[in-house]
């Protein structure tokens, strides 16, 4: 079992920055692939960007390309989500996952492929 928690979510103008953080529980972290993914209101939950279980892969969303960045701390059991040049349609919930324990492959871009989620921090962007 892997338990995680989001931290860092909150209140920010358009153009600014957030850093969120996904605190994973348990000694496999370093053995999930992990990605940060968002729900806005009335919409579906999609991916922002993935990772790798050793972290030498990333995907991101079309819509995040340049302005995002994921990265992990095997070390210390956490992903983290830097967001730069944040835009009102940021606004959103935004969930870490992890997989089951993978031994190869590259980063997973769909929600079904991932067995463990977290709460969720809101992002609220405004204009």
């Known amino acids: 079992q892997v338990q995680l928690v989001e931290s860092g979510g909150g209140l920010v103008q358009s153009g600014g920055s957030l850093r969120l953080s996904c605190a994973a529980s348990?000694?496999?972290?370093?053995?999930?692939?992990m990605g940060w993914f968002r729900q806005a209101p009335g919409k579906e939950r999609e991916l922002a960007a993935a990772?790798?279980?050793?972290?030498?892969?990333?995907v991101y969303a079309d819509s995040v390309k340049g302005r995002f960045t994921i990265s992990r701390d095997n070390a210390k059991n956490t992903l983290y989500l830097q967001m730069n040049s944040l835009k009102p349609e940021d606004t959103a919930v935004y969930y870490c996952?992890?997989?089951?324990?993978?031994?190869?492959?590259?980063?997973?871009?769909?929600?079904?492929?991932?067995?463990?989620w977290g709460q969720g921090t809101q992002v609220t962007v405004s204009s």
């Open positions: 996952a992890a997989s089951r324990i993978a031994t190869m492959g590259g980063a997973l871009t769909s929600a079904y492929e991932y067995d463990y």
């Open positions: 348990g000694r496999t972290f370093s053995n999930r692939h």
């Open positions: 990772i790798t279980y050793i972290g030498g892969s990333t």
